[in-house]
Structure formats: structure tokens, C-alpha cells
T-cell receptor, first 113, second 117 residues
Framework: DGGITQSPKYLFRKEGQNVTLSCEQN?????MYWYRQDPGQGLRLIYY???????QKGDIAEGYSVSREKKESFPLTVTSAQKNPTAFYLC????????????FGSGTRLTVV | AQTVTQSQPEMSVQEAETVTLSCTYD???????LFWYKQPPSRQMILVIR??????QNATENRFSVNFQKAAKSFSLKISDSQLGDAAMYFC??????????????FGKGTKLSVKP
């Protein structure tokens, strides 16, 4: 079955460390997205990519980095520059144009300890 | 800039009854798409229903239907015969019919729906 896989489901990080969240899709979607979700804040866009080897900053890109070397993969690195990284992170993908909405992964809960 | 507003942070409904979640959006476009997503406690986002702005007919998916009022820029979700499994966060989303980043979805902040047995 086609879908999006995010791993790990839970992640703990010590302050000052970088950590990478994985997102893989086998839907043959061109576009991929990373969102951060905090209580009461809804979904906030971190980065998105509409084609391999190209990506754009979203609304809250500071302290994050991404790569898109393969169509199927869009990993997100949370760097030590991110002041408040504890959150729930969602990855999504879509065809382009995005007329049918997004397909989401099941998310990664990142906790800084 | 386009915005999506969900004015009800929380709602509650009795099992088997009907509930309506509100969504309004701000746009100067005439061609766009609207979506409702459900996020249950598992936090997996699931597409509930989709509406194309140029279609007059309101979309329906089983117990879920929308009331799309284009002139009022309103897109409410009606859940009939509510079930315990309907308890979730519900997000409204809007998309302009453009290519590239202009076609990205814009989400509201969500409405938390509780279902009482």
C-alpha cells in the first residue's frame, strides 16, 4: 500500500544536539512538506519542496534544515539553533497541482531533555 | 494574504446527534479548493471532504457534508449521527487554484470536537 512513513514516532534529544526526522513516501508525489504542530497553534509550515533538489522556506524555517536528494525522501534536521524544538512534527506529500490536498504521515513527537 | 478562520476552538456533541463546525476564509480568488481534515488522538491527519469552488453542489461523504456559501466565504462541516470515533481535531484548509507554492494549502487553527456517550 502507498503512503508516507515518518520515523521515529518518538524522539528525545539533548539540548545542543542536532537531530534528523525521517520522511519517506511511495506515492510518487512530487511535493513534500514539513509542519510543526503546537497546542493551540494549528499547523505551521517549516519547509516544502515541489521538485527534487529544490526546496523553499515556510513560515518558521529558522533553526531547521532539509534536503531533497530523492523524490521519495524529505528529511528534516532540527538544529541546535532552534530555540524551542519540543513539538509534534508532521510530514505531508501531494501531487502538483495540489488539487486533491495532502497525504500526511503519522508524525514524530520530538522532546528536548 | 489568504487566511482561514475557525472561530470555535472547542465543540461538544451528544452521540447520535448532529454538529456543525464553522470555517470562514478570506480570498479575492474565484477558483479554489476547500478541505476538511480530521486529526484523531492518534494524530494521523485524514482527509474528510473536499469541495471545488466552481461546483455549486455541496460535497457529501457518508455522514459528513458541507455547507459551502461562496459569497459569504463560508465552508462549514456538518457531522450527522455523531459517533464516539468522530472525536478529534478538525482542520479547515483552503487552496488557490495556482501552481507552485501559491497552490500550497492554508490551514485554520482547528476545532476540537468532543463526543459525549
Amino acid at each position: 500500500d502507498g503512503g508516507i512513513t515518518q520515523s521515529p514516532k518518538y524522539l528525545f534529544r539533548k539540548e545542543g544536539q542536532n537531530v534528523t526526522l525521517s520522511c519517506e513516501q511511495n506515492l510518487n508525489h512530487d511535493a513534500m512538506y514539513w509542519y510543526r504542530q503546537d497546542p493551540g497553534q494549528g499547523l505551521r509550515l517549516i519547509y516544502y519542496s515541489q521538485i527534487v533538489n529544490d526546496f523553499q522556506k515556510g513560515d518558521i524555517a529558522e533553526g531547521y534544515s532539509v534536503s531533497r536528494e530523492k523524490k521519495e525522501s524529505f528529511p528534516l534536521t532540527v538544529t541546535s539553533a532552534q530555540k524551542n524544538p519540543t513539538a509534534f512534527y508532521l510530514c505531508a506529500s501531494s501531487i502538483v497541482p495540489q488539487s486533491y490536498g495532502y497525504t500526511f504521515g503519522s508524525g514524530t513527537r520530538l522532546t528536548v531533555v | 494574504a489568504q487566511t482561514v478562520t475557525q472561530s470555535q476552538p472547542e465543540m461538544s456533541v451528544q452521540e447520535a446527534e448532529t454538529v456543525t463546525l464553522s470555517c470562514t476564509y478570506d480570498t479575492s480568488e474565484s477558483d479554489y479548493y476547500l478541505f476538511w481534515y480530521k486529526q484523531p488522538p492518534s494524530r494521523q491527519m485524514i482527509l474528510v471532504i473536499r469541495q471545488e469552488a466552481y461546483k455549486q453542489q455541496n460535497a457529501t461523504e457518508n455522514r459528513f457534508s458541507v455547507n459551502f456559501q461562496k459569497a459569504a466565504k463560508s465552508f462549514s462541516l456538518k457531522i450527522s449521527d455523531s459517533q464516539l470515533g468522530d472525536a478529534a481535531m478538525y482542520f479547515c484548509a483552503y487552496r488557490m487554484n495556482y501552481g507552485g507554492s501559491q497552490g500550497n494549502l492554508i490551514f485554520g487553527k482547528g476545532t476540537k470536537l468532543s463526543v459525549k456517550p
